[in-house]
């Protein structure tokens, strides 16, 4: 039992917020996600818009034989439109939602790298004020001189969202 218990700590799964993290840029800014949320990352693709979606919901992909709604990360975060580069890629990753697990693409800037962020370089998530919902950020990693605003993706959409989104999909 020790010995699994050590296991899940080092791949980030001890309850605490220590762990690897994939990071990735959205206006000259990093963020990070749990490395256990990623299923995988690719290139740009071809994304079918849904009619009648919110703006930051870009539209669904063929992945595989498997249609998985796509958002715009940026859009999401009320940080404006650009074009895609050729660094602009699609993370792919599961969130939990009302009917279990669902597979989700978001649209990035770039990806930078896998970090494996201890604990003592986490800060909580600073409190912006009572009208500010900033739940969906873990805490923040200092690195570098720099911070990396590290996500919950399962939180970066409200329960509505996500049950919409499923419905995209």
Same mark, same amino acid.
């Not at 605490?16 to 990093?30: A, I, M, R, V, W």
């Not at 990070?32 to 256990?36: C, D, H, R, S």
């Given at each position: 039992m020790r010995e699994a218990a050590r296991e899940l700590e080092e791949v980030g799964m001890s309850g605490?917020?220590?762990? =690897? /993290? #994939? $990071?990735?840029?959205?206006? *000259?800014?990093?963020y990070?996600?749990?490395? #256990?949320k990623i299923k995988e990352i690719i290139g740009m693709i071809p994304i079918t818009p849904v009619p009648r979606t919110p703006e930051y !919901? =870009?539209?669904? %992909? *063929?992945?595989?034989? =498997?249609v998985i709604p796509v958002i715009d990360l940026r859009q999401r975060f009320e940080m404006g439109m650009v074009d895609s580069t050729e660094r602009t890629c699609i993370i792919v990753v +599961?969130? &939990?939602? =009302?009917?279990? $697990?669902?597979?989700?693409? %978001? #649209? !990035? &800037?770039? !990806?930078?790298e896998v970090l494996n962020i201890k604990?003592? +370089? %986490? +800060?909580? $998530?600073? $409190?912006?004020?009572?009208k500010l919902d !900033?739940? /969906?950020i873990l805490g923040m990693a200092k690195m570098d001189g720099g911070v990396k605003i590290l996500l919950d993706i399962d939180r970066v959409l409200s329960a509505r969202e996500v049950n919409d989104i499923e419905r995209v999909a």
């Open positions: 605490g917020k220590e762990g =690897k /993290y #994939l $990071t990735f840029s959205l206006d *000259n800014e990093q990070g996600i749990g490395i #256990l !919901v =870009k539209g669904v %992909i *063929n992945l595989r034989g =498997k +599961e969130i &939990d939602g =009302k009917s279990g $697990t669902i597979m989700m693409g %978001i #649209l !990035v &800037d770039s !990806v930078s604990s003592e +370089e %986490i +800060e909580d $998530t600073p $409190t912006f004020g009572a !900033v739940d /969906y």
